[in-house]
């Protein structure tokens, strides 16, 4: 009974609003991962698994955040609506088949609908050498670029990030830490709003990444609310074998229903 009481207790943590249970939206989804929270106004660390929150794995579409910030600070794009010319085609098997994202389009779109074809073509004029400038001065991800045989290295290789990098990369943003322009913050931060409220503003993005036999999905941002700032990066990872048809949704649902019993979230 100890045992089980002592366990019992571990799947816990206590905030501000009380106790949460981290690992029941995980187990209602019938997946593993973890969510990494920040807590700004209290400065406070909040994990699902923490140990899990240090590994490091690639960032799949969550990379756009600071793509963006990097193709606008470079001058490669001039605002959120400059619009990039439809290649013609792409590798749906790498991708998948998504006819919606077949057309020119704009960066603000490209960002709200991950058109992964869109941030390839800026990132073969921005150069390898010129990204690795900015991830050191971004202590952003471990900067192994190796691996990628084309542009994509943050769907494809060894370069990789860890939730709690990811959260502290946020923070970093948010508080416009880091070596852009006034301009080029306020236009991503634009585009990240994802929910609206009387109440709170999220900004967020999501990233899946089939690399290496796994699926692994992140939805990373932060909610902010009149009295404090909450930063949030939840990872799932699961075999490509194992199918889970939710495995899409429940990076958000995961962390909604989280950030709803700390009350963060209506």
């Known amino acids: 009974m100890l045992v089980k009481i002592v366990l019992f207790c571990l799947l816990l943590t206590t905030t501000a609003f009380g106790q949460v249970d981290l690992q029941k939206p995980f187990r209602e989804c019938g997946i593993e991962g973890s969510t990494t929270i920040y807590d700004y106004k ?27 910030l990097i193709v606008l600070e470079t001058g490669v794009v001039r605002d959120e609506n400059e ?44 150069g390898k050498e010129r990204y690795l400038d900015y991830l050191k001065r971004c202590g952003y991800g471990n900067q192994d670029l190796a691996g990628s045989e084309g542009a994509d290295f943050w769907n494809f290789g060894n370069f990789a990030i860890s939730p709690a990098n990811q959260v502290t990369f946020l923070r970093d943003f948010y508080e416009e830490k880091l070596p852009f322009s006034k301009r080029t913050y306020e236009i991503v931060k634009r585009i990240m709003v994802t929910e609206r409220t009387n109440d709170y503003t999220l900004r967020a993005k999501t990233g899946w990444t089939r690399y290496g036999g796994k699926d692994t999905g992140w939805w990373v941002g932060y909610v902010e609310r009149q009295d404090n700032v909450y930063f949030f990066a939840t990872r799932l990872i699961k075999p490509r074998s194992t199918p889970n048809r939710r495995f899409g949704a429940c990076r958000l649902d995961i962390t909604k229903a989280i950030l709803r019993q700390m009350q963060v979230l209506d």
């Open 83 to 126: 619009v990039v010319p439809w290649v013609g085609k792409t590798d749906t098997v790498l991708y998948g088949y998504r006819p919606d994202i077949y057309h020119d389009m704009s960066i603000k779109e490209a960002f709200e609908k991950s058109a992964g074809w869109v941030y390839v073509e800026l990132a073969k004029k921005i």
């Open 42 to 68: 209290n400065k406070k660390w909040i994990y699902s698994n923490e140990a899990d929150s240090q590994i490091p794995t690639l960032p799949a579409s969550t990379f756009k955040i600071i793509n963006s």
